[in-house]
């Protein structure tokens, strides 16, 4: 069974750096084909992809926010750290961590989530 | 404003059959396949359709997937009180990044 979960500050303040670790079990991240993103949503708002990483630390980030998005993985420790610089209200959002094989030479899909953590952006 | 473009709302009686629809690109929908998840309120997205078609193990075969060009359909048959979430689709886009719609609220009325 595979489950993962969110970790980090449920407040930071505008301009501070945000850090976020998923802590998955039930799979390896050193496992061909295997991967774990990062999505998030606004409260009331639709899903927003931000970045995901594969076991051959292949990495992509949203092109929006590329800029300000870091993702790495600890493998012995089976969790994907995601980092965001110069946070903003807009920020403020429901950040979820899931699941993503590789299928038939392209990403594949989000499954299971984690259950996500709600970051708020405020001073 | 999402890269895929979902109705804001939908809604149908118990045991009707509802679509939402989604529709995208020739980047995107058009040269990629379509997922589908549903979120029940409060709770985390849920994986509902993989591949355009494909349900995961343990989703109801009332709920399937179609895609055609640059569109891909949702669609639910002998709806329930239970269905009554927000829908949404993705697809990997050729610019290197996945892109979701704005999801469709569902109604049961």
């Known amino acids: 069974q595979i489950t993962l979960k969110e970790s980090g500050p449920t407040l930071v303040k505008p301009t501070q750096t945000l850090t976020l670790t998923c802590t998955f079990s039930?799979?390896?991240?050193?496992?061909?084909?295997?991967?774990v993103g990062w999505i998030r949503q606004p409260p009331g708002k639709a899903l927003e992809w931000l970045a995901l990483i594969y076991w051959n630390d292949d990495k992509r980030y949203s092109p929006s926010l590329k800029s300000r998005l870091t993702i790495t993985k600890d493998t012995s420790k089976n969790q994907v750290v995601l980092t965001m610089t110069n946070m903003d209200p807009v920020d403020t959002a429901t950040y979820y961590c899931?699941?993503?094989?590789?299928?038939?030479?392209?990403?594949?899909?989000?499954?299971?989530w984690g259950q996500g953590t709600l970051v708020t952006v405020s001073s | 404003q999402s890269v895929l473009t979902q109705p804001p709302s939908a809604s149908g009686t118990p045991g009707q059959r509802v679509t939402i629809s989604c529709s995208g690109s020739s980047s995107n929908i058009g040269s990629n396949t379509v997922n589908w998840y549903q979120q029940l309120p409060g709770t985390a997205p849920k994986l509902l359709i993989y591949?355009?078609?494909q349900r995961p193990s343990g989703v109801p075969d009332r709920f399937s997937g179609s895609k055609s060009g640059t569109s891909a359909s949702l669609a639910i048959s002998g709806l329930q009180s239970e269905d009554e979430a927000d829908y949404y689709c993705?697809?990997?886009?050729?610019?290197?990044?996945?892109?979701f719609g704005g999801g469709t609220k569902l109604t049961v009325l």
């Open positions: 899931a699941h993503t094989p590789w299928y038939n030479w392209n990403p594949g899909w989000f499954d299971p």
């Open positions: 993705a697809a990997w886009d050729d610019s290197l990044s996945w892109v």
């Open positions: 039930g799979f390896s991240l050193s496992t061909s084909g295997v991967g």
């Open positions: 591949s355009n078609n």
